[in-house]
Structures are given as C-alpha cells and as structure tokens.
C-alpha cells in the first residue's frame, strides 16, 4: 500500500485496493464444503492468487527492483540487465551468473518476498533455450554469416494450449451450436494467440496452429453433416472454402521480423 500511495493519494481508491488485498479467498475441503482457505481482514501479506489486480499491484511493488537496479548500476557494475513483467523476470548475463543472482535474492528478502525456487534456473542461453512470457528463447547462428542472433519463438507450452483450445471449441458435442458462433470462438482465440506470438522467428508455429485450426474446423463441418471419410472430407471442405465461405481466421505464417534472419 506505501508503494501503490507514492502514486495514488485518491483516499477512496487507497481503500478499495486495500479492501482487494483483504478479500479471503473462498475453497472447499474434502466434504464440498465452502470456507477460508486464505486472505480475509488479518491477512497481512501477499495478494489473492488469480486476483484481477494481483498482477497489477506485484508490478507496482517490484518496481522497487528496478529502481534499485538503475541506482546501483547493475548493468555497468555487473553486466546484467534485468527485463521484468509484473513478478516474472529473467536477468541476462554477459559474464558471472552468482553475484547478480545474489544481489536480486538480497533485494528481494528486504522486500519480504524470495524467489520461487522451483521456476528459477540458470541457463546457457548459447546452449539451451528458457521460456518467458510464452516465448522460448536462446542464442543461434545464422546460418549464412555466422554471426549469432536471439532466436524467439512460441514455446512449446504455449502452442500446446492453443491447440487445446482449438480442439475444445470444436468438438463433436458443439454441432447442436451455430456454425457462425463455433467459427466466432475460434476467430478470437486465434486471432488473439496470433496478435501477441507474432514475433521474430515464429514461422513454423503459427504453421503449424494455422493446419491444426484448419484440420479441427473441418472435422467438426464432417461431424456436422455426417461425412466419415477423410478424403471426402478433405475434397468437400477445402482449405480455401474454410477462408472464403465459412471465414476462419487466416493465421499470419510470415515472419514475425522479417529481419531475424536478414540480419543473422
């Protein structure tokens, strides 16, 4: 609350983010029972787990990370640079790993909070990938100069999801639905997927989430009129006709940044 007040001094606005921080959070133990399995007025630390705003208020207190960061010169000193997002952060060395790592769980502990030490990890990025914020991420050559570049693309966590997704909001129990509704559901979850993993060098991912949309779209239009061949399906309901006539989302399969590779 200090660090959200160095902002916001609206009292009414003060006390409703507080009375966020005081919600209890409503479980059910073994017998279905309903009851307080955490929060309510004597809690004093943390903020609700899946909260709207619980992303919103970790981004305002870890600010501090940053500030410390920028006054100490980490990046000059140590030369690490920290890239951050609400309370998921990864810290790019160029040298030693250790003293960055301990200055970050120094300045954590007097804020009152530690690591998760089940996510946290150090990486080679020159040998293996990390995933953050749904990207994977690691260093490659390009294969003409040599030369190394970030290479990013969708994870493989994330491309599952969206694959679930897509089967779910086509099954074979939604053929009593309006066509235009599944095809509606579809659209924005593509739509929305695509618009934020459009980036760098995620060709063949959105390849393959564009044959996966295609393929599900036309097993549900066969479910719906009783076609169980594939090859028939295939010849009835084309790629081209899921686009044109029943007006799938077309997902982007160029390059996020056409200058990945340009520059590599």
């Known amino acids: 609350m200090a660090v959200v007040a160095e902002r916001i001094v609206d009292g009414g606005m003060l006390h409703l983010i507080k009375q966020w921080l005081k ?12 009851k307080t399995v955490g929060g ?26 940053d500030r410390i960061g920028q006054r100490q010169h980490l990046k000059g000193k140590l030369k690490a640079h920290l890239v951050r ?8 060395c160029r040298q030693d790993v250790q003293e960055p790592l301990k200055v970050v769980r120094h300045v954590l502990e007097r804020l ?50 969206i694959k679930t997704k897509l089967t779910a909001l ?32 995620s060709t063949q991912v959105m390849e393959k989430v564009k044959t996966h949309a295609e393929q599900r779209l036309r097993r549900h239009l066969m479910k719906r009129h009783k076609v169980k061949d594939r090859g ?5 309901f084309p790629s081209v006709d899921l686009y044109r006539r029943y007006g799938l989302y077309n ?8 200058s990945a590779h340009a520059l590599a």
């Not at 919600?23 to 309903?34: F, R, T």
């Not at 309510?40 to 981004?59: D, F």
């Not at 053929?175 to 459009?198: C, D, M, Q």
């Open 112 to 161: 009152g909070l530690s690591l998760n030490e089940a996510k946290t990890q150090v990486v080679d990025a020159t040998e293996a990938s990390f995933d953050f914020l749904g990207f994977s991420i690691r260093m490659r050559r390009g294969l003409r100069t040599g030369k190394p570049y970030p290479h990013v693309r969708p994870s493989d966590k994330s491309l599952r999801k």
């Open 23 to 34: 919600a209890p959070v409503i479980g059910e133990d073994a017998s279905g029972v309903k």
């Open 170 to 201: 086509t099954g074979r129990e939604l053929t009593p639905s309006a066509l235009e509704k599944i095809v509606g559901n579809v659209n924005r979850s593509l739509s929305g997927w695509a618009n934020y993993f459009h980036y760098r060098n």
């Open 232 to 236: 028939i399906g295939e010849g009835r």
């Open 40 to 65: 309510g007025k004597a809690n004093r630390k943390g903020t609700p787990q899946g909260g709207v705003i619980s992303p919103l208020l970790a981004n305002c207190y870890l600010h501090i990370l």
């Open 85 to 92: 997002y609400a309370d998921d952060f990864v810290v790019l």
């Open 251 to 258: 997902v982007p399969t160029a390059a996020g940044w056409r």
